[in-house]
């Protein structure tokens, strides 16, 4: 009856928030990186982290699909705990794509190559198939005509679409954006956002970590504030930017807009 | 009109003639300074003092095709002590009736060398294409089928024999030394330190005491009777030796591969083997291409120091050829010619290597 209710109390939880983090730390040695951090994520939600440089937000997200290892607290993504056993964490991070401020993409594979990579090793599609799915996206991030040239031969604006393409591909259930605009020249950060903007109109679940207000202005449902490894506050877009509750918040905003 | 002529005067200028064509390149390259014209200078007369005796005694009063009784009234070179010796020389002890199946078995090997030379022939085919090719080329050279008369392991020399240790030595030695080296970088303590202990107490020995130790400690670990062949135990420590070496250069590689591969690939779920195989490995062995063929070639040359464990490579047998009362003196010829092999043999792997280069550079 006990078990019964439980399972009963999971099914719901998933069906509503994709991602949990309970009460989640983690320290680099000594240094406390990330401190009883506690964050829901309902699938198709759309979270934009901000804060000053250290303060944690690129630390946080990577502890989603595990590249950080958290070492007190819980992280459940899509129902699955994260824990050392490599099994779940390989499937999580089939679920979880994650694009990164520098695109590391793999320089020595055609970009068709590259968004193949995955679904044909971990996901153990047909090749053909694949390849279709790979053009699909391209062609979404309308780039289509370059899928037979090497990274080294874009932009960094180009290969920033095509790292997003890349984790599409594995139709993944939530995407992480780490600082993705960050590196590129500010010519090429529209093209970016306005691909993450379609991705978002498509009810894909994101997080993004990134200093674009604007975007966040206008595509968040929640915006999240983290200093010094907490976060600070989290609120909707308008509530935030209007209407800081902290001075922390108030003095980081006053310095990000003017 | 006026203008019309000046623009086509402009663009037929050409620049003067001292600073483009033979002259100019002359000019820029030789002679640009009173240091380099005296070093050209210099150069030129050493090669003046140098070239013309070696042609003259090289190729005009030299004989080719003789026995060594003329050789004994010339200047020149006597290169007749090749062509009079070149069956020894090639293949060592090897029966002289049955010559023909280790040059038939050479003459596979470098065909298969060429063949697999084009990348977009690497694939599994090829694999089982080497191994029918091995099958045929170990029965040639050991015989012992019907129609094939038995030839002891003892018995092989020569070209033959480099080429064997050489080939499987540097074929095995590489992926032996990946192993080593992403070992060494494992994370589990266990595997690492036996890595880094093997690495390091190889590296720290010359091949030599390796060769003596196979043939001599070795053998006293074994049971009575047991024996393992000569050309085996050789071909092991040469392995040995050349993967440590391997190791290090592939370590090197890995080393300088961006954390964000390691990143990229993680996060689409990759496991360990697929990550190293397809990202960072390709990746990391291009970039040790060039120290990687150094070893290599460095470890086929190296192959000539089995003659202190009483093999007969190339190397030996011509040296044998010298020790003959009939052939004694003409050791210059002699070297010359093996030195060649040798050179022939390294140029190829170099060569191939650059195009190898090319061929992966992904760059713009």
């Known amino acids: 009856m006990n078990e019964n209710t439980q399972t009963a109390n999971i099914e719901v939880e998933q069906n509503s928030d994709i991602i949990q983090i309970t009460d989640m730390h983690k320290w680099y040695g000594d240094f406390h990186v990330l401190k009883n951090i506690t964050l829901q994520v309902k699938k198709q939600e759309r979270i934009v982290i901000c804060g000053p440089s250290g303060s944690g937000k690129s630390t946080l997200i990577r502890c989603i699909n595990r590249l950080e290892e958290h070492q007190k607290g819980k992280i459940v993504v899509d129902g699955i705990e994260l824990t050392n056993d490599l099994k779940n964490i390989e499937k999580i991070r089939a679920e979880v794509g994650m694009v990164f401020q520098h695109f590391n993409l793999f320089p020595h594979l055609t970009i068709l190559d590259n968004l193949t990579l995955g679904p044909i090793w971990v996901r153990k599609t047909p090749r053909a198939e694949a390849e279709d799915t790979a053009m699909y996206y391209l062609e979404k991030v309308r780039i289509a005509e370059q899928a037979k040239k090497y990274p080294g031969q874009l932009s960094g604006g180009q290969q920033q679409r095509v790292a997003i393409a890349r984790s599409l591909c594995m139709k993944p259930n939530v995407m992480l954006f780490d600082e993705p605009t960050s590196a590129l020249d500010p010519e090429m950060v529209k093209e970016v956002l306005d691909v993450m903007i379609s991705l978002a109109n498509d009810g894909m679940t994101m997080i993004v970590v990134s200093h674009e207000m604007g975007f966040a202005r206008s595509v968040a449902h929640r915006v999240l504030f983290m200093d010094y490894g907490e976060i600070v506050e989290g609120n909707t877009p308008q509530a935030f930017f209007d209407n800081p509750q902290h001075d922390r918040t108030k003095l980081f905003l006053s310095q990000i807009l003017d | ?364």
């Open chain 2, 1 to 364: 009109m006026e203008d019309n002529s000046q623009q086509q005067d402009t663009s037929t200028v050409k620049p003067p003639v001292t600073s483009v064509g033979a002259i100019g390149w002359v000019r820029t390259n030789l002679f640009n300074g009173p240091f380099n014209s005296l070093l050209t200078l210099g150069v030129l007369y050493l090669l003046w003092i140098s070239v013309p005796p070696f042609v003259r005694w090289a190729f005009v009063d030299s004989v080719w095709m003789t026995d060594y009784m003329a050789c004994r009234n010339i200047d020149g070179a006597c290169w007749s002590v090749i062509p009079a010796n070149l069956r020894f020389i090639i293949f060592g002890f090897y029966p002289h009736d049955l010559q023909w199946r280790p040059l038939l078995a050479m003459i596979i090997l470098v065909v298969m060398l060429f063949y697999s030379q084009d990348r977009k022939r690497w694939k599994k085919s090829l694999l089982y294409l080497w191994g029918v090719a091995l099958v045929i080329m170990g029965l040639l050279m050991k015989g012992g089928v019907p129609g094939l008369t038995p030839v002891e392991s003892s018995q092989w020399g020569g070209l033959p024999l480099t080429l064997l240790l050489s080939v499987f030595g540097l074929a095995s030695a590489y992926p032996v030394g990946i192993i080593l080296a992403l070992g060494r970088q494992s994370k589990m303590p266990v595997i690492k330190s036996l890595c880094v202990v093997y690495i390091e107490l190889i590296r720290g020995v010359p091949l030599i005491s390796l060769l003596f130790m196979s043939s001599v400690v070795f053998p006293l670990f074994l049971p009575e009777g047991v024996t393992v062949n000569a050309i085996l135990r050789a071909q092991v420590a040469i392995i040995m030796f050349t993967a440590a070496y391997i190791a290090e250069v592939v370590r090197g590689g890995l080393q300088g591969m961006n954390k964000g591969q390691y990143e990229a690939a993680d996060a689409l779920g990759l496991n360990y083997f697929q990550t190293m195989r397809l990202i960072i490995l390709p990746q990391a062995l291009k970039i040790v291409i060039p120290p990687s063929v150094s070893i290599l070639i460095s470890a086929f040359k190296d192959t000539s120091l089995v003659v202190i464990i009483a093999l007969y490579d190339l190397l030996k047998t011509t040296q044998s050829t010298l020790s003959d009362p009939k052939w004694m003196g003409f050791s210059a010829e002699a070297y010359i010619f093996v030195a060649l092999i040798y050179f022939v043999c390294c140029f190829f792997m170099s060569n191939y290597s650059r195009r190898l280069e090319q061929e992966l550079n992904t760059d713009l």
